[in-house]
């Protein structure tokens, strides 16, 4: 009994699989109606049958061709339209949608040739006519061809039809690239090299004429924290310093702000450490001079 149930479901999916897999379309009715709204011909078709090369069928400026169909799947399709594509050297195609009900599955298609396309009035032409049907729901498209129509041209006033473009090789293009800019003497280069370098020199100088005391170095270094902090807070000023140069030179400008942000936190927090243990001993030395002023005194 499980064996027969699981035969029939894969049966029933099969035939639902296979249903789905292309459209069915049936009650095909082509025709052409005349300005004054009677028939000038018509077509009942069956799938996948076409209109017989042996049949006339042709259209005035001011008919209308109708077609009208239905879709016998339960799925309703995204898509539906005529394509008319033209039998000479231009290969025109056109498109024209066309609409189905979603209860009834019933698809209508209505082509005023006065109000169509301008591709419909260069003249007498005919085209190949294809109905196009497709959805996401089923597997494979319907590109039925229902045959071929002539369409005639205005009498009056036919618009003028541009030229058709005939694509050639063109000259092959050469691209020349300048040469590269001389760069400057190196002994100029090297002259504004030092001229640049000339104010450390000066400072250097003047900081010899007054005297640097190393008096808060040796402090530091007589507490190993205040050193390793001194020591972090200078490197981190060193790491931000090389930063930038190496912004100026080969890195970019998004690496540059993330190490940017991670140096500035470190020198700002090893910073205050610093500047707050040079504080506390500058007090210190403040009030034991106080003190010995006053013992003086």
């Known amino acids: 009994m499980a064996k027969f149930s699981s035969l029939f479901l894969t049966a029933v999916l099969a035939a639902v699989v296979a249903g789905s897999s292309s459209w069915q379309v049936a009650d095909i009715n082509l025709s052409i109606v005349a300005k004054d709204g009677t028939k000038k011909a018509e077509h009942k078709l069956v799938y996948p049958k076409a209109i017989s090369s042996a049949d006339a069928f042709a259209a005035d400026p001011t008919d209308h061709l109708k077609l009208s169909f239905k879709l016998e799947n339960k799925e309703r399709p995204h898509q539906a339209m005529v394509r008319f594509e033209s039998k000479d050297d231009h290969a025109d195609q056109i498109m024209v949608a066309a609409s189905v009900k979603k209860v009834s599955g019933k698809g209508r298609f209505e082509l005023d040739f006065a109000k169509s396309h301008k591709k419909f009035k260069y003249g007498t032409r005919k085209y190949d006519m294809t109905l196009l049907v497709g959805g996401p729901q089923v597997e494979e498209s319907l590109q039925y061809a229902l045959g071929e129509i002539e369409v005639q041209g205005p009498s009056t006033n036919p618009p003028v039809?541009?030229?058709?473009?005939?694509?050639?090789?063109?000259?092959?293009?050469?691209?020349?690239?300048?040469?590269?800019?001389?760069?400057?003497?190196?002994?100029?280069?090297?002259?504004?090299?030092?001229?640049?370098?000339?104010?450390?020199?000066?400072?250097?100088?003047?900081?010899?004429?007054?005297?640097?005391?190393?008096?808060?170095?040796?402090?530091?270094?007589?507490?190993?924290?205040?050193?390793?902090?001194?020591?972090?807070?200078?490197?981190?000023?060193?790491?931000?310093?090389?930063?930038?140069?190496?912004?100026?030179?080969?890195?970019?400008?998004?690496?540059?702000?993330?190490y940017l942000g991670v140096l500035s936190v470190v020198a700002i927090a090893s910073g205050r450490s610093v500047l707050s243990a040079v504080q506390t001993r500058r007090l210190k030395r403040t009030e034991k001079a106080n003190d010995a002023n006053k013992k003086e005194i």
């Open 161 to 258: 039809r541009a030229a058709r473009v005939a694509y050639e090789v063109q000259p092959e293009i050469y691209h020349q690239f300048r040469a590269d800019q001389k760069l400057i003497n190196v002994a100029i280069s090297g002259l504004f090299s030092l001229l640049v370098l000339s104010p450390v020199a000066v400072l250097l100088g003047l900081w010899s004429q007054l005297g640097i005391k190393f008096e808060p170095l040796k402090a530091l270094a007589q507490n190993p924290v205040d050193l390793i902090m001194a020591v972090i807070f200078f490197g981190s000023l060193a790491g931000i310093e090389y930063v930038f140069y190496s912004y100026w030179t080969h890195v970019t400008l998004f690496p540059v702000l993330q």
